[in-house]
């Protein structure tokens, strides 16, 4: 597929159709706002006292088309673009973008073995300025990511297949890099750190993509998006990538995948979850850690600390901070409210450089128990069974707790 849109000479869009049956040429408004009378001060138009002036709304919403995950690699790949839309038509290549409705490029950014530049209507869409090529890369495969995540797909199977074209791009700009789930082992640990803006349903027995990366995530909540951002306060890696493998259901290094494990070495924390209810709005979880160490305070909600209903006794510690944290979800967590249930802190970037030092910022993952290991279908090396497997249920940041010491553990 990415072949016969990249050697197409022009490749013609219906972004403003719904469907396949929608067609090009759909009825605009050119009137859609009261035009506007100006006076004539020219000098040589003295017979012309006034003018009128139609304007036409520029709106920033997306075409029905570019709502679509398939079309993304499709528009990136192909060298040359005419697209049919709602309220515009508009040509793109190389050289520029001209549009029969007005709206003016703000930002574009060329990226290597892509034939068109990258290009945005909508401000402070792109990464700043990296320091060398490596984080340029990454940078770019990250935003590239991030607009892709924010479209909706019909098979979530396919969420690696329609990405597939565009990371053959970047193979090429990554030599030896070996691509891992929709992640290049080169960006981890780091580009771990994804999340959804919105708990989704989990879909890892459909897609078959370990939980660690963001194609295991299932279908998403309306206006819900999945999203790769780089704490840039926070530049110490604390987590060491080891090793990385993943099964394949065909050939393709860059589709559909059967499994997955990573290997890391990283501060692991125990702690325990509690699913809290509110009178307005969906339950909501808050994380604690044992006594023997510090507390990162994940709560959302500060009015309904300390409640009795859901104290859990001496085992936690429920000394407040003032500075709070955020647990993002990946999916939607079938538990009852007020039980404890046992989870890992993974740490991945942090203020601390050792063990028991303070971390006043820290990002990383949490994790559960995996209840089935998926270990067998890849690398040997990554089949020691003396170290725990954890599925990821989500991310979390927070402040004031001081660094747990180093494990090694499995993502599956």
Same mark, same amino acid.
């Given at each position: ?33 009261a +035009?506007a009378?100006?006076r004539c001060?020219?000098?040589g138009?003295?017979d012309v ?34 697209t ?20 003016q ?14 290009r945005?209507t909508?401000?402070?869409q ?49 030599p030896?890099?070996?691509?891992l789930?929709g992640?290049?082992?080169?960006h ?17 027995d459909?897609?078959?993509? +370990?939980?660690w ?17 780089e ?44 699913l809290? +209810? ?6 909501f ?17 500060r009015d ?28 939607l ?5 007020g ?15 050792k ?16 209840k ?31 660094l ?9």
């Amino acid at each position: 597929m990415s072949s016969i849109y990249g050697n197409a000479l022009v490749t013609i869009k219906a972004a403003g159709s719904d469907n396949s049956h929608g067609g090009l040429f759909l009825p605009r408004n050119p009137s859609t706002l009261a +035009p506007a009378i100006f006076r004539c001060l020219a000098p040589g138009f003295e017979d012309v006292n006034q003018a009128t002036i139609y304007f036409r709304e520029v709106s920033s919403e997306r075409e029905p088309l570019e709502t679509r995950a398939w079309t993304y690699q499709e528009d990136l790949l192909s060298p040359r673009t005419l697209t049919y839309g709602l309220r515009e038509m508009w040509w793109e290549c190389k050289s520029g973008r001209k549009s029969d409705g007005g709206r003016q490029v703000i930002e574009s950014h060329m990226v290597s073995g892509l034939p068109k530049p990258l290009r945005t209507t909508r401000p402070a869409q792109f990464p700043r300025a990296q320091p060398d090529e490596t984080a340029t890369i990454r940078s770019n495969w990250l935003f590239i990511l991030s607009e892709y995540g924010a479209r909706n797909i019909t098979y979530t199977a396919d969420r690696l297949p329609a990405l597939s074209g565009i990371a053959k791009v970047f193979q090429a700009n990554l030599p030896g890099n070996k691509y891992l789930a929709g992640l290049w082992e080169s960006h981890l640990p780091r580009n771990l750190l994804w999340h959804v803006s919105a708990p989704a349903t989990r879909a890892d027995d459909i897609t078959g993509a +370990p939980s660690w990366s963001w194609a295991s995530v299932g279908h998403l909540q309306p206006g819900a998006y999945i999203t790769f951002t780089e704490e840039s306060r926070l530049n110490n890696v604390c987590c060491d990538y080891l090793a990385g493998a993943v099964a394949l259901r065909s050939n393709d290094v860059y589709g559909q995948v059967e499994s997955g494990v990573l290997q890391l070495r990283a501060p692991l924390l125990s702690a325990w979850r509690v699913l809290y +209810p509110t009178e307005s709005a969906e339950p909501f979880h808050k994380l604690y850690i044992d006594k023997a160490g510090y507390r990162i305070d994940l709560d959302r909600d500060r009015d309904l600390k300390g409640s009795s209903l859901y104290d859990p006794g001496d085992r936690l510690d429920w000394y407040e901070y003032d500075r709070l944290g955020k647990f993002n979800k990946d999916l939607l967590l079938a538990e009852e409210e007020g039980c404890l249930v046992e989870t890992w802190l993974l740490f991945i970037l942090s203020s601390a450089h050792k063990p028991g030092d303070m971390s006043y910022f820290c990002h990383g993952l949490v994790l559960e128990r995996s209840k089935t290991d998926s270990r067998n279908d890849n690398s040997q090396s990554l089949n020691d069974q003396n170290v725990a497997s954890f599925r990821r249920i989500g991310t979390f940041s927070g402040a004031y707790c001081r660094l747990p010491s180093y494990q090694t553990v499995f993502l599956v």
